[in-house]
């Protein structure tokens, strides 16, 4: 064996190990369910009642916005609730009916007509404030799920997430998930062949393919892209004449002329 005079060592010895492949991480995401702590903090305040908001429809194409407010009762909270897009049909529909037995609730619908006038945004804001104002009583403190504050007489907190974060949200999102669900089903009677008892009026593939197959209905929102491309094909539009445009009744009369 040779050793390296300089160090003492064996020039076998100095020789690195090959590096050990990265181990994989096993951290597990944990999913936790909404809770009261919110609204419990703020009853130990004395602020009394509380709300939870959230509203179901912003993403299809067809419908309308449904927006449900609820306050709970700290003594009877259903057991299981979550975000609406978290629970089966079956679920939603159990806790929908728990909800509606145990808590004082509101609902407010923005029609396509809203939307279309106002954009999906400002449509969906009204709803909810306007289910806030619905409630049996007003209440002191509203929580609302996502970005945006509402316009309303009693103090807010906007939450991100809030349908699985917030008790009072999740209820809402159930109740008004089903609700408007119940609605979409409803519309399907009167426009048939679209699918709405299915998708709920989302850009699925059967949905798209429908829709251009049929052309919009009433009940499609008129500015969102798949609509408009739709309308456009079963509606085209004539292009405006410029001042150049000599259409061909007016050419034959002059060719007659001369």
Not at 105 to 110: E, K, L, M, N, Y
Not at 147 to 173: H, N, Q, Y
Not at 201 to 223: I, T
Request: hydrophobic letters at 45%.
């Amino acid at each position: 064996m040779i050793r390296d005079k300089s160090s003492g060592t064996s020039k076998t010895a100095s020789k690195k190990k090959p590096a050990e492949p990265a181990k994989p991480d096993k951290r597990v995401i944990v999913v936790t369910r909404p809770s009261f702590r919110r609204e419990r903090a703020l009853i130990k305040r004395g602020v009394w009642p509380v709300a939870g908001c959230d509203e179901a429809g912003r993403g299809p194409l067809a419908g309308p916005v449904v927006a449900a407010a609820v306050v709970l009762d700290p003594n009877r909270i259903p057991k299981g609730l979550d975000d609406s897009k978290r629970l089966t049909v079956e679920r939603r529909e159990e806790l929908f009916e728990e909800i509606c037995a145990t808590a004082a609730f509101s609902v407010a619908v923005a029609s396509r007509a809203r939307i279309d006038r106002d954009n999906i945004l400002r449509a969906s804001l009204w709803a909810l404030a306007r289910a806030v104002h619905a409630l049996p009583e007003m209440p002191k403190h509203v929580f609302v799920d996502g970005r945006d504050k509402l316009a309303t007489s009693c103090d807010c907190d906007a939450v991100i997430g809030g349908d699985g974060i917030v008790a009072s949200i999740a209820a809402a999102s159930i109740i008004a998930k089903v609700t408007r669900d119940r609605l979409m089903c409803a519309l399907a009677l009167d426009c048939p062949g679209y699918g709405f008892e299915q998708h709920k009026g989302y850009a699925v593939p059967e949905h798209l393919e429908a829709l251009d197959r049929l052309g919009p209905s009433s009940h499609h929102r008129s500015f969102f892209a798949p609509v408009v491309a739709a309308r456009l094909k079963h509606f085209p539009v004539p292009a405006e004449p410029d001042l150049f445009t000599v259409d061909a009744e007016s050419e034959a009369a002059a060719s007659e002329a001369a």
